[in-house]
């Protein structure tokens, strides 16, 4: 099994970065699909956000983030990173980080969440 824990959320201003990592606690991301999914307080589902295949890097992006977050690995570390950038109020949520065997977009594992307010 695989435990993925999220760090790097905060408080940013409308138009600002924020870099996410997801480090497993236990186990290893090698061989799955690591995803970020968030949650609005108004929200009653987990909107998927990003998403990275370990083993050939391939990523996919929800068209509300494309072209302002990227997804990246890092295999020495073992961490997935979602850089967030132009960041709008509407990008305020807790960004959960979720693992799962390629090719299946179930996600068997998740972390806790950690909160992101876009807010000036």
């Known amino acids: 099994q695989v435990q993925p824990a999220e760090s790097g959320g905060g408080l940013v201003q409308p138009g600002g970065s924020l870099r996410l990592s997801c480090a497993p606690s236990?186990?290893?991301?090698?061989?799955?699909?690591v995803a970020w999914f968030r949650q609005t307080p108004q929200g009653e589902e987990r909107d998927f956000v990003a998403?990275?295949?370990?083993?050939?890097?391939?990523?996919y992006y929800a068209d509300s983030v494309k072209g302002r977050f990227t997804i990246s690995r890092d295999n020495a570390k073992n961490t997935v990173y979602l850089q967030m950038n132009s960041l709008k109020p509407e990008d305020t949520a807790l960004y959960y980080c979720?693992?799962?065997?390629?090719?299946?977009?179930?996600?068997?594992?998740w972390g806790q969440g950690t909160q992101v307010i876009v807010s000036s």
């Open positions: 236990r186990g290893t991301f090698s061989r799955y699909a």
């Open positions: 979720a693992v799962g065997e390629i090719g299946t977009l179930e996600y068997d594992y």
């Open positions: 998403a990275i295949n370990w083993n050939d890097g391939d990523t």
